[in-house]
């Protein structure tokens, strides 16, 4: 056993003993290593090993807003359209798509009645009956409001523009693709048991089974920890684990990771997209994405880290366990990816010399002046890229592509400016003498607004 692998196990181990859970099970995904897989606790606990399935809660929420991106992307709706263009509601029609995607639409947390009390979930009709009964606790956008309610109207959006099941669009268009063959929406014979552990003696009481039907979409799924890792995997660096873009493409899921609002206001601590949780590590400067997920007897937590500084490509982790109050196993895949990436880093590639930089965009490269401040422009990887100098070296720099049929025009692709237009003028023999980014000029020199260099004296 190698020793990062004991690193690892320790910290399962000790998240296990601390939280007095009757079984753990995690995974860490990578493209660069074998899978790593491990699992504590009793024998009767983990039936069957690491192929013991676990309830994965509100992780389906990740599944079903990949599902109405997909449908987004084929241009079978958009994201700013309210909920009665797709779906037959007595109320809350108004609510967009990105706002219950987002948990941003003010809608209640649960269906109407006391579904915690009676575990008895409504089926899909009676969910959208009983939708006028249903608050809007707070004005839409106003802040987070996390809602299973809203994840289980997208569900039905889903089945209606599918004209079939979530349950069967599901399967075809993400499980099947991706070969997450363990996942499935009900407990099969390998299921691990879930419990409530006794606040003060040792005994784990069993809770009982709940089936979520309508709402379904928000929480249903179990699975293993080695699909789980892997969709953690997908949901960081999808390119890597879905190269032909058979489930999502890679812009989508990064659009999905882009924050749309604070989980809590007060601390910052994490953000929400898409039916994605962004979670900064802040001692690393880099995010983990995913989702935790919880259920009577079970938690889980499921995220995935983008390459760069020692993190592989496809790098995901997932811990279960069998315990509905045991917190440990939430901070779990956060430490294994931390761990991992410290001390089995990705090997470095040796640099090797490329190709250089258009013959009409090298006047381009150096160093430029735009609001008083520093900027280097460069060519790498066969792009146009540019970073302040004084820019956290952390901080991805902004890369441009050509604008088709616009010469002297490019896009800003990523990072500053997104989005924006970069204008290249020229002197007589064509050398690039002037930029202009988002419309803020770039001098070689460092220059006033009103186009006096710095280090000319005032004239007064």
């Given amino acids: 056993m190698s020793a990062t692998a004991r690193r690892l196990e320790r910290e399962v181990r000790k998240a296990q003993a601390h939280g007095r859970i009757p079984a ?24 069957a090993g690491a192929d013991t399935r676990f309830r994965i809660g509100s992780v389906t929420k990740t599944f079903t807003a990949v599902l109405l991106m997909q449908l987004r992307d084929e241009g079978a709706l958009d994201l700013d359209d309210p909920l009665d263009e797709h779906l037959d509601v007595p109320t809350h029609g108004t609510l967009t798509l990105a706002r219950l995607l987002s948990h941003s639409a003010g809608l209640q947390r649960e269906p109407y009645g006391d579904v915690w009390d009676t575990l008895a979930t409504p089926e899909e009709d009676s969910l959208l009956a009983d939708l006028a009964r249903a608050e809007r606790v707070l004005p839409t956008g106003r802040r987070f409001h996390y809602s299973n309610l809203a994840f289980a109207l997208l569900g039905e959006v889903v089945a209606t523009k599918r004209g079939t099941t979530w349950a069967k669009a599901l399967t075809e268009r993400v499980l099947t693709p991706l070969r997450l063959t363990a996942t499935t929406l009900e407990p099969p014979p390998q299921a691990a048991v879930g419990y409530l552990v006794d606040e003060y ?36 660096d999808p390119a890597a684990v879905d190269p032909e873009h058979a489930v999502l493409a890679a812009d989508t899921v990064d659009e999905m990771r882009y924050p749309r609002t604070v989980t809590d206001e007060a601390r910052w601590g994490a953000a929400f997209g898409l039916g994605l949780l962004a979670i900064p590590q802040k001692a690393h400067r880099v995010v983990h994405v995913g989702h935790d997920g919880a259920m009577p007897g079970f938690l889980a937590a499921v995220y995935g880290r983008r390459p760069g500084d020692g993190a592989p490509g496809a790098f995901g982790a997932a811990a279960l366990g069998s315990s509905g109050t045991g917190a440990d196993v939430l901070q779990l895949p956060h430490t294994l990816l931390t761990l991992a990436a410290e001390h089995d880093p990705v090997e470095i590639e040796p640099w090797t010399p490329g190709e250089p930089a258009p013959h009409d965009l090298r006047s381009i490269l150096g160093r430029w002046w735009g609001e008083g ?42 990072g500053r400016e997104a989005g924006e237009l970069l204008r290249l003028t020229r002197d007589a023999v064509g050398t690039v003498v002037r930029m202009h980014w988002a419309t803020y000029r770039f001098t070689r020199r460092q220059e006033t607004f009103d186009t006096v260099p710095a280090s000319e004296p005032d004239p007064s």
């Fill in 201 to 236: 003696s040792d005994h784990a009481r069993p809770e009982p089974n709940m089936d979520c039907r309508a709402l379904s979409p928000a929480a249903q799924l179990w699975s293993t920890a080695a699909d789980m890792a892997k969709w953690a995997a997908f949901l960081a």
């Fill in 24 to 47: 753990v099970s995690v995974a860490v995904h990578r493209d660069d290593r074998p899978l790593w897989t491990f699992q504590v606790g009793s024998g009767e606990a983990l039936p």
């Fill in 373 to 414: 401040f520093e900027y280097v422009f460069f060519w790498r990887d066969g792009k146009l890229r540019s970073r302040g100098v004084a820019d956290d070296p952390a901080r991805p720099p902004a890369t441009f592509v050509p604008v088709e049929g616009r010469r002297d025009m490019l896009r800003t692709e990523s």
